[in-house]
């Protein structure tokens, strides 16, 4: 059995994305093409009023299933000329086919990228020896630094402890976005590597920091962001009480964005305060204005308006 020593409790974990991250939604016009004007703003909206540090592009919640390689590699550029001088853009990369992931990889950082989210393959269902061959075949191919995405419930496969302390050695492998649900083996990879732990689930952030996480990818930061963010720096500073009293203020909407699909809900939302947004893309159907209403209370039950 390898020994691994255990990380000095006193070392600050790295940060190497900030604190709060939000997975963009990607703005499409009424005809359901590409829109980049509108993808420009609501970056610039999501740093300078949402106190985001980093933008995750071409992530789940930005419909990266349904939108092309061309249409990935034009929003990176377009969201990195808008911001990428004030906050990190992260590009989702990840696919079930390795050749394909590190061709996108290669892609993102023509583009101007500086980090990559890296999903778990779905749906063919590697074992671990295929896991960890994946994920270092494509850190090996490139120059920028690698946040694996480990989501089960998506993929059908989770990164098991080892292999995520065995990734931990690869020198461009950084960072994770955790959204197992599963906090004690989280807690196992946090106390034995320095991978900077993102939460997954808006929800569980606050856990998370308090066994060792370092912020949050968010959905519903599109909306609470600056809230979010508010919480994680009071955690930080060792006030519990204000960051917990900010997670149960939030809760409805760090669990509402998801009563049926993140997307579909943010874009609702962002169309309501005005912001780009538009339609999904198929197979995602656009919020009901049942959904639209829950979501409303759902704000006004965390203290934030969504206008009707």
């Known amino acids: ?37 509108g993808a420009a703003r609501l970056a610039t909206y999501l740093v300078d009023e949402q106190a985001n540090d980093a933008l995750v592009i071409n992530g789940t919640t930005g ?8 249409e990935k590699e034009r929003l990176i550029r377009v969201v990195v000329e808008a911001v990428g001088g004030r906050a990190q853009v992260v590009a989702g990369i990840g696919t079930n086919d390795t050749r394909h992931t590190i061709e996108l990889a290669a892609a993102a950082e023509k583009a101007g990228a500086h980090g990559l989210l890296l999903v778990t393959p779905y749906y063919n269902k590697p074992p671990q020896a295929g896991l960890a061959r994946h994920f270092t075949a494509v850190a090996d191919a490139t120059d920028l630094p690698v946040m694996l995405y480990d989501i089960p419930h998506r993929t059908g496969t989770a990164i098991a402890t080892e292999t995520l302390v065995r990734l931990a050695d690869h020198e461009r492998i950084v960072a994770v976005k955790d959204a197992k649900g599963d906090l004690a083996a989280t807690s196992w990879v946090t106390s034995r590597t320095n991978l900077a ?84 893309r198929p197979p995602l159907v656009d919020a009901t204005d049942a959904e639209l209403a829950q979501l409303r209370d759902d704000c006004a039950a965390a203290g934030l308006e969504l206008p009707a």
């Open 63 to 70: 419909e990266s299933p349904t939108t092309t390689d061309a």
């Open 197 to 280: 732990y993102y939460s997954g689930e808006d929800a569980l952030t606050l856990p998370m920091l308090a066994i060792g996480g370092v912020g949050l990818v968010g959905t519903s930061t599109h909306l609470s962001g600056a809230l979010t963010k508010q919480m994680i720096e009071a955690y930080d500073r060792a006030e519990v009480v204000a960051a917990r009293e900010l997670h149960r203020r939030l809760l409805p909407l760090f669990t509402g964005i998801f009563r049926t699909q993140g997307t579909i809900l943010v874009k609702a939302a962002m169309a309501a305060v005005g912001l780009p947004a538009g339609p999904v």
């Open 1 to 37: 059995m390898t020994h691994h020593h255990p990380v000095p409790a006193d070392r600050a974990a790295p940060r190497p994305f900030g604190r709060l991250l939000t997975a963009m939604v990607t703005p499409f016009t009424p005809e359901g093409s590409l829109d980049l004007d």
